[in-house]
Every structure is written in structure tokens, then in C-alpha cells.
T-cell receptor, first 107, second 117 residues
Framework: ELKVEQNPLFLSMQEGKNYTIYCNYS?????LYWYRQDPGKSLESLFV?????AVKQEGRLMASLDTKARLSTLHITAAVHDLSATYFC???????FGTGTRLQVTL | GAVVSQHPSWVICKSGTSVKIECRSL??????MFWYRQFPKQSLMLMAT?????????EQGVEKDKFLINHASLTLSTLTVTSAHPEDSSFYICSARDLAGGPYEQFFGPGTRLTVL
């Protein structure tokens, strides 16, 4: 059974700081997704990572994938309040979601 | 971009009644749609995979007689929660794959919040 774990589960950080969210998964996969969810809302797609070594960046967010380590990271650079949300990684074509990381960026 | 709609966006019903939720792909065709359930402050859990013209595939632990799924066309899938009870209260989200686009991305609907009294 595929298991997907994220850490941390909750992250409070100040504006302007950098931090990384980690996503570990238990079985081989070449596809990994990152999503953002605002309270009471559905999912917004952030990144689709399709191969080992893939790196994608959008604004202050950068995602990478290491399929050998079964690890993906979501790096936040110079956080701003608007990034406050819950972030999920998900693995495989039939998506198995991680536990989620609730990010709170404080002024 | 690909758009998926859900209706209704929220519903409140009495215990024992049935509720139908629609999921539509508005500008693309989807042979496969997925239904997820999300309880407060938890992750999304896949309930079932809906294939156009065939029976849905349910995940382990999901009662197929309670959660009826019909995928009658390439743009519409429905989830009916039969004889709903308070423990069925949850946020239900559907997603769909665009046949014509890349096979890797799913597009999510806005979700339906179900409250059973």
C-alpha cells in the first residue's frame, strides 16, 4: 500500500524567511504533484513533477523530485502572507495524498 | 484551462435522505473521473474511480451501495449518498482527466460540502 508522508504537518514562519516542506512516499513512482488548498476551497494545482531530478519553480515556490530517494521537496523563498494555505503532495496516477502541511506566514 | 464544476456547492439534509452531487467537465471530455472525501483538517481520501459507461471502482472500505456513482457521459459523473447519516458529513471533491491533454494532470472541482443533520 502506497503511503505518503509530509513534514512538517504545521509550519508557522515569518514573512521573508525560507523553508522547505518534505514529502516522502513508500513505493516507486515517477509522478508527483503539489497542490495548494485554501480554507473551505478545493485544490489548486501547483506543480507536476514527472521524472527524477525534475525541478519546477513558480514565483516563491520551487519543487523538486528525487525518485531514488522517494522524496519531493517544496521550497518556499522569502515567504509572504499570501502563501498561507495547506499544501499537499500526491503520488501516482490514482492520487494518494500526503498528510498535508498547514503553512501560516506571519507578518 | 480545463474547468470542472460541481453542483451543489453545499447541501444540508436530514438523516436518512439521499443526496446527489454532480461533477461536470465543462470544456473537455473525461473518460475517468475521481471522487474524494475530505474530513475537516484531514487529507483527501480517494473514494472511487468513475469510468464512462462502466461500473465505478471503489476503494477499500467505501460502501458501494451507499455511495452510488454513475458516469453516464464523457462530461458528467454523479455521486449519490444514499440514506445519509451525520457521519457522512464531509467535503466531497471530484476530479477529471482531460483526454486530449497530457495524461498526468487531474483537474479538481470546487467541492461540495455536505452536512447531514
Amino acid at each position: 500500500e502506497l503511503k505518503v508522508e509530509q513534514n512538517p504537518l504545521f509550519l508557522s514562519m515569518q514573512e521573508g524567511k525560507n523553508y522547505t516542506i518534505y514529502c516522502n512516499y513508500s513505493t516507486t513512482s515517477d509522478r508527483l504533484y503539489w497542490y495548494r488548498q485554501d480554507p473551505g476551497k478545493s485544490l489548486e494545482s501547483l506543480f507536476v513533477l514527472l521524472s527524477n531530478g525534475a525541478v519546477k519553480q513558480e514565483g516563491r515556490l520551487m519543487a523538486s523530485l528525487d525518485t531514488k530517494a522517494r522524496l519531493s521537496t517544496l521550497h518556499i523563498t522569502a515567504a509572504v502572507h499570501d502563501l498561507s494555505a495547506t499544501y499537499f503532495c500526491a503520488v501516482e496516477g490514482k492520487l494518494t495524498f500526503g498528510t498535508g502541511t498547514r503553512l501560516q506566514v506571519t507578518l | 484551462g480545463a474547468v470542472v464544476s460541481q453542483h451543489p456547492s453545499w447541501v444540508i439534509c436530514k438523516s436518512g435522505t439521499s443526496v446527489k452531487i454532480e461533477c461536470r467537465s465543462l470544456d473537455f471530455q473525461a473518460t475517468t473521473m475521481f471522487w474524494y472525501r475530505q474530513f475537516p483538517k484531514q487529507s483527501l481520501m480517494l473514494m472511487a474511480t468513475s469510468n464512462e459507461g462502466s461500473k465505478a471502482t471503489y476503494e477499500q472500505g467505501v460502501e458501494k451501495d451507499k455511495f452510488l456513482i454513475n458516469h453516464a457521459s464523457l462530461t458528467l459523473s454523479t455521486l449519490t449518498v444514499t440514506s445519509a447519516h451525520p457521519e457522512d458529513s464531509s467535503f466531497y471533491i471530484c476530479s477529471a482527466r482531460d483526454l486530449a491533454g497530457g495524461p498526468y494532470e487531474q483537474f479538481f472541482g470546487p467541492g461540495t460540502r455536505l452536512t447531514v443533520l
